[in-house]
């Protein structure tokens, strides 16, 4: 997991030595932002995720075991479901109203994982099916299970 403050190191980094702010002097604290200089916490838990995922969640084709839980619906219907979970993860963790339950909800699908390895992707959904972070509005249960498959294929790799 090292790797993940390297990434936010080198993302700093480039945005720090982006432009010259020779001279510049900063009144307020709230002026810094004024440079394009931080990360912005939106930032960070994407790299986050990326990271752990060890992929671009948006540009990378569905795990193998989703495909397996839609088998039974056409090639055109199957493409849409995986888009549309693409679309509701970004568009959940982009949202300031819902973004910290979408975090809660990774932490508990990792925990979930880490400690019942053996589970599959059907049964952890099952397992966490009643738990509030799972229950978000913006979430369906398809996305909830893509996002299962995702980090479980993430840490059969750890």
């Not at 995986?82 to 339950?101: A, G, H, M, Q, R």
């Amino acid at each position: 997991m090292d790797g993940i403050f390297n990434i936010i190191r080198d993302k700093q980094a480039g945005k720090k030595n982006s432009k010259s702010v020779e001279g510049e002097i900063v009144a307020h604290l709230r002026d810094v932002n004024l440079y394009g200089r931080t990360l912005t916490s939106k930032e960070i838990r994407l790299m986050v995720l990326n990271s752990l995922v060890n992929h671009d969640v948006m540009k990378a084709p569905a795990p193998h075991s989703f495909y397996e839980l839609i088998k039974n619906y056409d090639g055109i219907e199957q493409k849409n479901l995986v888009e549309d979970c693409k679309l509701n993860i970004s568009s959940v963790l982009f949202d300031k109203t819902y973004s910290e339950e979408f975090w809660k909800l990774l932490d508990l699908i990792c925990n979930t994982l880490y400690k019942n390895k053996a589970l599959s992707v059907k049964e952890t959904f099952d397992k966490l099916s009643n738990h509030k972070a799972v229950k978000n509005p913006r979430l369906t249960d398809f996305t909830v299970i893509y996002l299962i498959s995702v980090i479980k294929e993430a840490l059969l790799d750890y």
